[in-house]
């Protein structure tokens, strides 16, 4: 089993939606949770970060931590064809300072005028 | 957020040269940099680890005299491509671990690399 599942899509929605991603993860130890978004050939740039459970908004995005679960979740208010890009989800566990973060394989979001 | 950059955005080299790739933080210290490869509608592969003044930590798979990394400054870390072949042509993006409690990572906008 992988530490982080993610699944792959591709997600296609019209505009105005409300999109949901998520992504799984194996090892209870994880405490800090990012999201990212990937341009089509660009880096990918940090769109959410959280610590432990709970939830947190920005905008028109909001990212919700499970962890009895082992499931996070970013969701996207409002869906516009701007969004369209390919999401990751990241963690890493506390005590692992200086320590790449584990990513998920990234989520293909296509949001349609 | 943190500002990473990288140079140069794209390169194309004939077959057994070598290829510098530079990473810099733009407005912190950096004392780790990794660096990340991406083939088309893959996801991001961890390369190595690359320490402020020691030698760089690679992933299993991943040859430590092809692909030479350097972090002589808490500002830049380079990932050089030796001899270069086809089969490393793909996207290499770096990042950096930022300073404080944060703890996340900021990454550049990546270099595309195309060997002829």
């Known amino acids: 089993q992988k530490e982080v599942e993610q699944d792959p899509g591709p997600l296609s929605v019209p505009e105005g939606a409300i999109v949901s991603l998520n992504c799984t993860y194996s090892?209870?130890?994880?405490?800090?949770f990012m999201w990212y978004r990937q341009y089509s050939r660009k880096g990918p740039e940090l769109l959410m970060y959280t610590y432990s459970s709970g939830n947190k908004e920005d905008g028109r995005f909001t990212a919700q931590v499970d962890k009895s679960s082992k499931y996070i979740s970013l969701f996207i208010r409002d869906s516009q064809p701007s969004d369209s890009a390919t999401y990751l989800c990241?963690?890493?566990?506390?005590?692992?300072?200086?320590?790449?973060?584990?990513f998920g394989k990234g989520t293909t979001l296509s949001v349609s005028s | 957020g943190a500002v990473v950059s990288q140079h140069p955005s794209w390169v194309i080299c004939k077959s057994g040269t070598s290829v510098k790739i530079e990473c810099r933080s733009l407005d912190f210290q950096a004392t780790t940099m990794f660096w990340y490869r991406q083939f088309p509608k893959q996801s991001l592969m961890l390369m190595a680890t690359s320490n402020e003044g020691s030698k760089a930590t690679y992933e299993q798979g991943v040859e430590k005299d092809k692909f030479l990394i350097n972090h002589a400054s808490l500002t830049l870390s380079t990932l050089t491509v030796t001899s270069a072949h086809p089969e490393d042509s793909s996207f290499y993006i770096c990042?950096?671990?930022?300073?404080?409690?944060?703890?996340?990572?900021?990454f550049g906008p990546g270099t595309r690399l195309l060997v002829l």
């Open positions: 090892n209870s130890a994880f405490q800090y």
């Open positions: 990042s950096a671990m930022s300073p404080g409690g944060l703890e996340t990572q900021y």
């Open positions: 990241a963690m890493r566990r506390a005590n692992q300072a200086g320590t790449a973060l584990i």
